[in-house]
């Protein structure tokens, strides 16, 4: 079926040039002389695009844009401007443009920009590569979670994986970026050719414009040899581009014109290199304060984040830990071992700064130390007991409990004071943990344990 292209342009001789060469590609174009009817033939035609200029009298580019965003949140808009200038492009790609063409442009460059497009809306894209619904909420290799927030994760991932979409994936160190890449990229048509990973913190700033778009030889002391870059590696595939955020601002436009125009001109070089890779790029850095202080490009932001995926940190989806917990066992040949009541109590209360990075090496060490089949919370460092308590700065340090010579039982000694806690704060729960500086779930826990409930005469 031949797709329809509505064309918003008050120049008509730009108009006829614009339909005869989409036309020319197979396209059906539709074409309006204002922005007012536009808006009308959008409504009554649902084009697959509107192709809309920035500058017109009435009603301009922009408000064609919010206009026909109103209407269709979904609906696809490429904006022509005769005025470059980045705070015009940025304005339309926020209020919800896809791309923006700037004139005088050339016929490929048109066809390119729409056939790009139309791709991404996936009019002309068959999910052949998503094969499987990420069964058990796990992701090839180790993405697993079966909370709200993973949830979302991997709707995302399942309906942007096989587009062209440059994805920017956020959150902090530890919680599984690289591993949404290589599930977008695995899951994608792209899955046969090279993923490419760089850290763009780890290597050094004068070294960095070379590993990305490599060099010639002579291009500088000690390049005795060409050297092919990330971008000529990752060509027909996907470029993971770790810790985006920390990108040198010099090499920047650098990078905005290799996602423009797929062309890089490696250090040194002379001739441009066409290539065909898709970005996926991640950062743990707050990118809103970054646009703020100007140290990242909004341009370029705005290029990188087509589709923006937040990975929660583990403190957000503390019901995925016992999952988690269950995974990596397996992954290090213990799937017999468990974990007690007492320890998974403790490991559900600590922050995990590291998130499911430092889980796993938690797990790893606990394995390779444990004693038997049952992790107990004795087996846990003390750095996790800590970090899962509930702060108590009111508690003097004197001392508290007199033991009697002939000793006495630890099980009798808890049950009383778990049972002094609830009776000084009428059994309510919240209060009695807060009064033993221990999470809700482990005083729960101890109230099970010990068959604590309260007398006829008290109510929780």
């Known amino acids: 079926m031949t797709q ?37 033939l959008f409504a009554e035609e ?73 791709q991404f809306s996936g009019l002309t894209v068959e999910n052949r590569r998503l094969k499987d619904e990420l069964a058990d909420k796990a992701d090839y290799r180790t993405i697993v979670g079966s909370s709200k927030g993973m949830d979302r994760v991997f709707e995302i991932v399942r309906k942007v994986a096989d587009t062209e979409a440059s994805v920017l994936i956020t959150g902090e160190s530890g919680t599984g970026k690289e591993l949404v890449a290589r599930s977008i990229h695995h899951h994608s048509g792209r899955c046969n050719a090279p993923f490419v990973a760089i850290n763009c913190a780890a290597i050094p700033r004068d070294l960095l414009e070379s590993e990305l ?67 996926v790029a991640a950062t743990n850095l707050d990118m809103d304060k970054a646009l703020a202080d100007a140290t990242f490009r909004e341009d370029l932001y705005y290029r990188l984040a087509v589709i923006p995926i937040h990975l929660p940190s583990l403190r957000e989806r503390r019901e995925d830990i016992a999952l988690l917990l269950r995974y990596f066992c397996g992954k290090y040949g213990a799937g017999s071992v468990v974990f007690d009541n007492d320890a998974t109590a403790a490991l559900n209360s600590y922050r995990w700064p590291g998130n499911v990075r430092e889980l796993e090496n938690l797990v790893e060490r606990l394995l390779i130390m444990r004693s038997g089949e049952t992790i107990t919370i004795d087996d846990l460092p003390d750095k996790v007991l800590q970090g899962g308590m509930v702060s108590c700065s009111s508690i003097n340090s004197g001392k508290v409990v007199n033991l009697p010579d002939g000793g006495y039982s630890l099980e009798q000694l808890e049950r009383e004071v778990v049972t002094e806690a609830l009776e000084r704060t009428g059994w309510n729960q919240t209060a009695a943990a807060k009064f033993l500086c221990i999470p809700r779930h482990t005083l729960i826990y101890r109230m099970e344990k010990y068959g604590i409930v309260p007398t006829s005469n008290t109510t929780t």
């Open 4 to 40: 329809k292209i509505l064309v918003i342009d008050d120049d008509a001789s730009l108009r006829r040039v614009i339909e005869y060469n989409l036309q020319d590609a197979g396209y059906q174009v539709l074409s309006a002389a204002n922005g007012e009817e536009g808006v009308v």
């Open 46 to 118: 649902a084009p697959a695009l509107v192709i809309s200029d920035m500058k017109m009298p009435g009603m301009d580019g922009m408000q064609v844009l919010k206009a026909i965003k109103a209407r269709s949140p979904e609906a696809l808009v490429i904006m022509i401007t005769a005025f470059g200038t980045v705070d015009v492009a940025v304005d339309a790609m926020k209020a919800g443009a896809y791309d923006y063409i700037t004139k005088p442009f050339n016929r490929d460059e048109l066809r390119l920009t729409v056939a790009k497009a139309l």
């Open 213 to 279: 778009f490599g060099h010639v030889r002579g291009a500088f002391t000690g390049a005795i040899k060409d050297k092919t870059g990330k971008f000529q590696l990752a060509d027909g595939g996907t470029l993971f581009l770790d810790e985006v955020g920390e990108l040198p601002l010099e090499l920047q436009p650098k990078l905005l014109r290799a996602l423009q125009e797929k062309v890089i001109e490696p250090v040194g070089g002379t001739k441009e290199q066409r290539l065909d890779v898709r970005i």
